[in-house]
């Protein structure tokens, strides 16, 4: 991550500075970006001029020191508290008072890191997409001692590398690595339910929602192990609430070493030839399976067959909007949880504008339907923002205002 975040700035016109343990790490990395540009001027993608600028701006810091005048110190070593801690308390010693010190840490409070600086008003998250120098997102951390000026500082950095900064409060995965939990979640509650197999809830994200790739196809290629993780310290750190409970089919798979593409098989074979399912589901009868009433006006509204892959769309479709719309309650705003499921996750369309063109009373009805025949699981309680919006008659794009505004 440090080096995609070093490319960036440095495409972008920043004089970078970066350290690693030794500084022939950093030459090595600098060697990688290199190549890369290389690779991009030859295939007639980038002018050489372009690349040579990105080049000249890359310089390796010797100490600390060096960063003395920085506008901006990204740290990126790996997620260990006592390390970055240890980091954070040599840096303010060697900084301006000016200097934003940010952690890129991906799941460590930001609050609790901040204990190791005095200057707690100049510290956040800056939390950068893999592949950064691609990636068009930073969700920005805001810890208790956090400036808002800092804030404005950090967005300024943001607009100069032409990435979009959404604001976040501290909090268990931020708003993506949150809002993202029940895309997965959700596909591996179907699967263990029976109510369909691995290549069809993935058909039906990608045919019906528009995703490039299904659940499941996303979990073999991020790593079954790596996607638990995450799911482990989201569910942890809210103090387990029932709705993030690691699913007992991917804990099994990851026990087994079925990792995904980085072991040749996860719920997809990834040896030789096109991926084929691996994952036998134990399916449960669905043919006497039919649409019922508030499903019908939910495929209706986005013009979609009522049928099974609209409603398997529809549950992973609505958990995720659940989620997106508790965030959206308490630790961003609305249009950052949106954006930050476009630029961070690749959705087709964020979550609250999908809810805001089906029409909230709509999106309401098949929740409530959901969280009655789930004998009330919480992932699927309408959540009391879309009850508010409901009760105040903002429905949507249909009253110009849902979870989003819709007015000219
Ligand atoms: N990998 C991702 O997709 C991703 C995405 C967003 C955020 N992050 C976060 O970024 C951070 C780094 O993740 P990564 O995947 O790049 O880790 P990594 O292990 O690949 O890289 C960490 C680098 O830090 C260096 N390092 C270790 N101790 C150091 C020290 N004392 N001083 C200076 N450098 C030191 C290591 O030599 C290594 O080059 C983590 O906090 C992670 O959560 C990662």
Known sequence: ????????????????????????????????????????VKRGKLPAHDRDATLAN??????????????????????????KTRIFGELEKAVSDRTLIATNTSSLSVTKLSAAVQRKDRFLGMHFFNPAPIMKLVELVSGEGT?????????????????????????????????????????????????????????AMRDVGGFKMGPFELLDLIGMDVNLSVTEVVFNDFGKPARFTPSKIQQKLV??????????????????????????????????????????AFAAALDKDADRATWLYARILLAVMNEAALAADSIAIPRDVNITME??????????????????????????????????????????????????????????????????
């Open 58 to 83: 890359l310089k390796i810091a010797e100490s600390m020191g060096d960063f003395a005048k920085a506008e901006v110190v990204v740290e990126a070593v790996p997620e260990k508290a006592e390390l």
């Open 255 to 296: 026990a087994e070493g079925l990792l995904g593409r980085k072991t040749g098989r996860g719920f997809y074979t990834h040896d030789e030839g096109e991926p084929k399912p691996a994952y036998q589901a134990a399916l449960k009868d669905t043919s006497g399976w039919k649409p019922s009433e508030p499903f019908k």
């Open 147 to 203: 400036s808002d000026q800092a804030l404005v500082d950090a967005r300024a950095v943001c607009a100069k590398l032409d990435k979009t900064a959404v604001k976040v409060k501290d909090s268990p995965g931020f708003i993506g690595n949150r809002v993202n939990r029940p895309f997965y979640l959700e596909a591996l509650t179907l699967l263990e339910q029976g109510e369909a197999d691995v290549a069809s809830i993935d058909a």
């Open 343 to 408: 630029l961070g996750f690749n959705y087709p369309e964020g979550p609250l504008a999908t809810a805001d063109y089906v029409g909230l009373d709509i999106v309401q009805k098949l929740l409530a339907e959901f969280y009655s025949q789930s004998n009330q699981d919480e992932r699927y309680k309408p959540n009391p923002l879309l009850d508010r919006h409901v009760k105040d008659g903002n429905l949507g794009e249909k009253t110009a205002r849902g979870f989003l505004y819709h007015a000219l």
């Open 1 to 40: 991550m440090g080096a995609g975040i070093a490319h960036a700035a440095a495409a972008s016109g920043f004089v970078v500075r970066t350290m690693d343990t030794d500084p022939a790490l950093v030459r090595k990395a600098y060697d990688g970006i290199k190549a890369r540009l290389d690779d991009r």
